[in-house]
């Protein structure tokens, strides 16, 4: 009976955290779409897509979902093990921005694309707490970063900042928008999804006590 009880009682906590994480991928992508009709520059690894999907002809989701899934291909010598969370971030982020990108309006002024900008950041940060606080597992590039932690032993600030500039710079040479909002969002996602995670995470539900 209490085991009844009790997997009753966890169903609506994982319905709950399920519906977080598939709302922050969505809020995800629409952020995107946002940073990027502003034009002013865009965070290292979507300058990395952007490029791509210059180069390539392809649609700026396929870019983000085919990177997305051989990043982790990556995972198998790291012998990391992805989550719900981690196939849904391949999957819903690409195609949440490419169908946001043709109903958000290029900024087409400065004053405009930095309200698109600065909207976009704090959004991603929010979509941020929403889908790691959700607690299924870590997007597949955060996992990259994770796994050469682990295997390598170097910290997390040398090996997330090495992963970084590497596809900044490979993005930035194939045609990614690198500017004001590469600065911006690298001084600021870090404080928001500092911020905003304590609030955005899903707690465990406290468990029914056996009948008397």
Known sequence: MELKANLGHHAPHMLRRFVQ???????YGAS??????????????????????????????TV????????????????????VGTIS??????VVVDLALPVVPDAGSFPVGLAML???????????????GAGFGP???????????????GSIRVVRTSIEVAVLLVGAALGGTVGLGTVVYALSI?????AFLPRLTVR???????PA
């Open 89 to 94: 971030n391949i999957i819903v982020i690409g």
């Open 21 to 27: 994480l598939q709302a922050g991928l969505v809020l």
């Open 139 to 153: 997007g597949p590039r955060d996992g990259l970063m994770t796994g050469l932690v682990a295997r390598t032993g």
């Open 204 to 210: 465990e539900p406290v468990p029914v006590p056996a």
């Open 32 to 61: 995107m779409a946002l940073m990027i009709r502003a034009g002013l520059g865009l965070d290292p690894w979507d300058v990395f897509h952007q490029g791509i999907a210059d180069q390539a002809g392809l649609s700026f989701g």
């Open 64 to 83: 983000v979902i085919v990177t997305g899934a051989l990043v982790l291909l990556a995972w198998l010598p790291l012998r990391q093990a992805p989550g």
């Open 118 to 132: 600065l909207s976009g950041v704090v959004l991603n940060g929010v979509a941020g707490g929403l889908y790691i």
């Open 190 to 194: 870090g404080p928001l999804v500092h």
